[in-house]
């Protein structure tokens, strides 16, 4: 490695900030009505490591790590923490290499676009999965579980129906744009339905 060529520690710290940056800005300018926790919320999980973590596995960026004997036989290149880190060297490279439209683009499309395609509702200040997870706890009945019945649509528009599963052969479903969003929609729709019950008795 050249004298001029930064370390990775020294990229990843420069990755950071530059993510940090770039996401602050597409949040505060694509959702100019959303309230600051609202922002904060959506900015902390798209810089979290379990979204880098994900990035970086989804481009297998591990394959390209350069990693002594040990780490290489221990399993570095699917390591949560290598992958992290190398996720916000590149996001820095970038940046060097071709300032912030570079690095805004990659992580726009990268980072942002599949987490957001279910606007901010998905960000909602109401969890509705913990809250049902509190209500049943409350009342002594099962956990639910939640899987995915079926998916719709092409790839880049795809729509996810989720069944919350109540105990028994009962379910209730819901669909949204996301994963996360049908989930959570399928929460309200049976914690709804639960609470109904519950006043009706």
């Known amino acids: 490695m050249?004298?001029?060529?930064?370390?990775?520690?020294q990229l990843e710290f420069l990755g950071d900030s530059v993510l940090g940056f770039v996401v602050s800005t597409y949040l505060f300018t694509s959702f100019p009505a959303a309230d600051e926790g609202h922002l904060s919320k959506m900015k902390a999980h798209l810089v979290s490591a379990a979204r880098l973590f994900a990035v970086?596995?989804?481009?297998?960026?591990?394959?390209?790590?350069?990693?002594?004997?040990?780490?290489?036989?221990?399993?570095?290149?699917?390591?949560?923490?290598?992958l992290v880190?190398?996720?916000e060297a590149l996001i820095a490279a970038l940046y060097l290499d071709g300032g912030i439209p570079a690095a805004e683009q990659f992580v726009v499309r990268s980072v942002i676009a599949d987490e957001l395609r279910g606007g901010i509702e998905e960000f909602s200040s109401e969890d509705y999965k913990s809250a049902l997870q509190e209500f049943v706890q409350a009342r002594q009945l099962p956990q639910p579980r939640y899987r995915v019945a079926a998916e719709r649509g092409p790839e880049h528009r795809k729509v996810f129906v989720v069944e919350a599963l109540l105990g028994g052969d009962r379910a209730v479903?819901?669909?949204g744009p996301t994963k996360?969003?049908?989930?959570?929609?399928?929460?309200?729709?049976?914690?709804?339905?639960?609470?109904s019950e519950t006043s009706a008795v």
Do not use: W
């Open 2 to 9: 050249g004298e001029n060529v930064p370390h990775n520690e």
């Open 56 to 82: 970086a596995e989804k481009l297998n960026l591990g394959r390209f790590l350069l990693l002594g004997r040990g780490e290489e036989k221990s399993g570095g290149r699917t390591k949560r923490a290598l």
């Open 85 to 87: 880190d190398a996720a």
């Open 173 to 175: 479903s819901a669909e």
């Open 180 to 195: 996360k969003s049908a989930e959570q929609a399928a929460a309200r729709a049976a914690l709804t339905a639960l609470r």
